[in-house]
Structures are given as structure tokens and as C-alpha cells.
């Protein structure tokens, strides 16, 4: 049984007190569940604050990108080493804004990845097809040119360490989400692939979670596919409420 994962993705948002707030209002919630891994990702600026206040909780620290180097001169960047000293255990990897507004490309995801991995962080590596690639059809050969592209020379012992987060780009703050059918569809394909490049046990092992306009309103019905162990929620991760009702819907 693989252990879902509700990991909230508070964007640009929250200023540090209300980060603060924010995470103070959620630690009451969520207290006492350890069937569910639970994480939050607020903005850099804000890491050090909110960790004071989970960091003896079941709430995990999680960050929203980090750079593949670990220092040098890399002007604005932030590496994975910098966010491990803060007390962060997650970091996404190619979020499709990130992707859409920094030209992020398979091969960064790539390099991200691996450097999240040498520096013990989990990697949460995001895919996902945009609207006119759904429609086109080709939904299936855009996550898998991002399965091939961000996992390119990993062997098993790697990719195992990582969660796979499929958002469906057209899904994202839309409040149109992927139909559980629809997700579970892809999410299987998901495993399939990792079970053709790496062998059926580590596919498995490996945490797929759905994002894209996850609320507590159908965060169960998502949860309960065979292949969906987890949710990336954005718009409702930042509030408590919703954010706990959703850890709730794993369980
Ligand atoms: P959303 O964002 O829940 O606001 O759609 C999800 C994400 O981008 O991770």
C-alpha cells in the first residue's frame, strides 16, 4: 500500500504573517494523522518562519523549485542544499507554471531533480498536457516525452525516492478538473511506463498525485482511484479548511 501524499502549493501567495496564519490555523486540523503525508510549499522568503512552526508537527516543509547547482553564480537562484538548511524535505520540480513562464525544460527538470535527490530532498516532479494537446489527442505522448525528458539516466534506486505529480495543465485554477476516470487514465499510463523502464516493483513504490483544481469537493472521489496517491492542491491549500478536509479524503 502506497501512503498518499496531500502536499499544498501555496504559489506566489501569502505574505510571511499570513503564512504564519495560515499554517498555525492548518496544525489544529490535521493533528494526530500520520496515514497521510502531508506537506506545504509556501514562497522562499517565508520557509524559515513556517518551518519554526511545524517542524515538531506531522507537517512537512516542501519548496516550489530549487536550482541544480549548489552555489556559484547563479544570480536569484536558490539550491537544494539551501533548502534542506531550512528544514525543507520536498521540493516540486517543473511545474507547468514554471515550465509556461521560465521556459523550464525537460532537461532543467532533469538536472533539478537529480540535484533535489544528492541532497536527500524528495523530488515532486510534475507533467501534464495542455488544453490543445488534450484535444489533439496527444495527451499520452506529452507525459511521456516529460517521463522520458525529466527522468532520462536515472537508474531505479533514484526514481523510487521520487513522487510524480500529474497536472493537467487545462486543470490548473480553472476549476475544471480531470474526471477521476480521466486522471486515473493517465496515471496508470503513469505506472505502466514505469514499470516498462524500471521494473514492476519500483513502479509500485512510486506516489502518483493528481493536480488541478482539487477541492473538498471531489478530492475523494480522485483519492479513491487505484493509481491516484495523492493531490497537489493550489487555490485550496491556502485555506485551512479546505486543505484539511482534502488530508482527510486520503485517509
Ligand atoms: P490548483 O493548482 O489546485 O489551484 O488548480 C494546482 C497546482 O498548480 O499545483
Redesign the pocket.
Known sequence: MRKKIIAG?W?MNKLRGEAVELVKELVPLVEGIDAVDIVVCPVYVSLPAVYEIIKDTNIELGAQDCFWEDSGAYTGEISAPMLKDVGVKYVVIG???RRQYFCETDEWVNKKTKAALKTGLTPIVCVGERLEEREAGKTIDVISGQLEGGFSGFEKAEIEKCVIAY?PVW????GKTATPEQAQEVHSFIRGWLAEKFGKDVSEKIRIQY????KPANAKSLLSQPDIDGA?????SLKAQDFAEIVKAGL
Open positions: 502549493n504559489k511545474h507547468s507554471e497536472e486543470a490548473i485554477g480553472t493536480g488541478g483544481s482539487v497537489l492542491v493550489g487555490g485550496a
